[in-house]
């Protein structure tokens, strides 16, 4: 009989390229990684990898192996959710993902609320840089910037986010307010490469179409690496003000045309929508940005500059 933790292990392998990032995603040490797969390939009677300078590569046999290991993953994954979906506790742990920024600043000021009237809720607040699947567990509710377009989950637009341009007093003082019209020559730019967080293409082709004579400073996957390089005087960054208005290290700068918003839904998988803990917590968190819809898109207004 196979061992379906061997296969997990494979799978994690199989993925990443390498015993060290497996162990990491499985929270394990490096040699249990090898142990498993050790194990597998004794019971299968067969070499599923070749180690390689660049790392694991999968032989045939292997291919074979992460082929079929997929499909049993998504059978465990589609059980685990029919199963879970009926759990009418109102105890237990909700997985939540989402940005770095949007978790730090926006929903981990909000669940002591919801931990004051639900103490048996416990909150796992998981920021990512990339989508964590709802529908193989690896979330339960997920705080996006892109409408998902999987047909197993249940999408709600709960608010917006508005920008601006920013950069530090020091900055604008040695280079100048930037001018748009001869597209913002001699200035520098903070721009952020786009990945789930909390800019994406909308923005970025703004700013290049605003300033495309700047040249780029500094690129980053990390809006709070935009801020803080902002606030060094890196360049001009174009930012959440959520974030960056009450940041005194950054001046918000009047631009020739207003920045597009960015809508955030609220995700979660269409089994899960109706179990007890996460209702509760999909509505709390809704409540939530509601409340703060305010300084989340706020008033357009006049820049500083």
Known sequence: ???WDDLRFFLALARH?????????LHVA???MGRRLASLEASLGVRLVNRTPDGYILTEAG??????AERLEEEAAALELAVGGRDTRMAGSVRITCAETVATHILAPCFAPLHARQPDIMIELIPSPRELSLSMREADISLRLKRPDQHDLVVRCVGGLGFGLFASPGYLEHHGVPNFAAGCSGHYLVTQVEMEDIQD??????LADQAPRA????????????VSAAIHGAGLACLA???????????RLAVAAQIPPAE?????????RQTPRIRVALTHITTWMHRCAGELLPAEGTGHA
């Open 201 to 206: 293409a909308a923005q970025t082709a703004w």
């Open 215 to 226: 040249r780029v400073s500094l690129q980053t996957t990390s809006h709070e690496a935009a």
């Open 30 to 32: 490096q040699s249990t």
């Open 17 to 25: 390229g390498s015993l060290s990032a497996a162990a990491r995603e």
């Open 1 to 3: 009989m196979l061992d």
């Open 264 to 272: 955030m839904f609220l995700v979660v998988h269409r089994d899960n």
């Open 241 to 251: 003000r959520f974030r960056a208005d009450p940041e005194r290290g950054l001046v």
């Open 63 to 68: 291919t074979g192996v992460r082929t079929r």
